[in-house]
């Protein structure tokens, strides 16, 4: 049985360090894990599809590449890729649409934190757009059936409007204790808010940083307070 969390519409200051809107810190720090889907090209419907670019280092900062199964990919049985007129691509997301992100992460310690972001436009491309658009994205991350870390704490980062690309990012916050082998970010979107149409997603981007210190109480009360988090359980078949 995989664990799941539900991470509600709850609003706080992001981070800033790299391109995306709530970039972590300590993105390429030792034990760091990140993956970027922002080519929808080479995705293909029903079989996991690897992720456009990856990188990781080591405990000791070198450097690794993902081999296998290991290797960051997305998987959905009725998700579809597409492309505007100036050849731009997207995944086009359907209310009842499936959408899952494999994620590894370093192992064997004692935490870890992530940070997951997803982009999508603000309307259908071409369209001229509008900012009041939102799709109402929900994460249920789950851990790997061979991790024996525990969710613990879940924070909603918020939104951030690009008015100059028409862009909508919504970003994630995670921490796990004990040792985590990696995870699932699974999404879903709000039915009423797109209206018997499709939402179409730019990018997705995660980054993990697994890491031996035991995070603080404090900490994790002032995470799991930021957001409501609501456990819930299902089944899940991926391959």
Request: aromatic share 14%; proline share 3%; glycine share 12%.
């Amino acid at each position: 049985m995989k664990r799941y969390i539900l991470i509600t519409a709850v609003f706080a200051a992001g981070f800033t360090a790299r391109a995306g809107a709530f970039d972590p810190t300590w993105a390429g720090d030792d034990g760091s894990v990140y993956a970027v889907w922002d080519n929808w090209a080479n995705y293909t419907q029903g079989s996991a599809s690897q992720a456009d670019y990856t990188e990781a280092y080591a405990q000791d900062g070198s450097a690794y590449s993902f081999a296998g199964d290991d290797r960051p990919d997305v998987l959905s049985y009725s998700a579809v890729n597409g492309y505007d007129t100036d050849g731009n691509s997207w995944l086009e997301l359907g209310s009842a649409d499936d959408l899952s992100f494999w994620m590894p992460a370093v192992s064997g310690q004692e935490t870890t934190e992530i940070v997951v972001q997803l982009t999508y436009w603000d309307d259908d491309p071409g369209n001229g757009g509008n900012a009041d658009w939102r799709a109402g994205f929900d994460l249920y991350p789950q851990l790997s059936d061979t991790s024996s870390g525990t969710l613990i704490g879940s924070e909603y980062l918020g939104e951030d409007y690009d008015t100059s690309e028409g862009l909508i990012t919504e970003g994630w916050s995670l921490i796990v204790s004990g040792s985590t082998d990696g995870f699932f970010a699974d999404f879903t979107v709000d039915q009423e808010s797109l209206d018997g149409g499709g939402v179409y997603v730019e990018e997705v981007s995660i980054d993990a940083l697994s890491y031996a210190a035991v995070p603080e109480p404090a900490s994790v009360i002032s995470i799991i307070f930021g957001g409501v988090i609501l456990a819930v359980t299902r089944r899940r078949m991926r391959r």
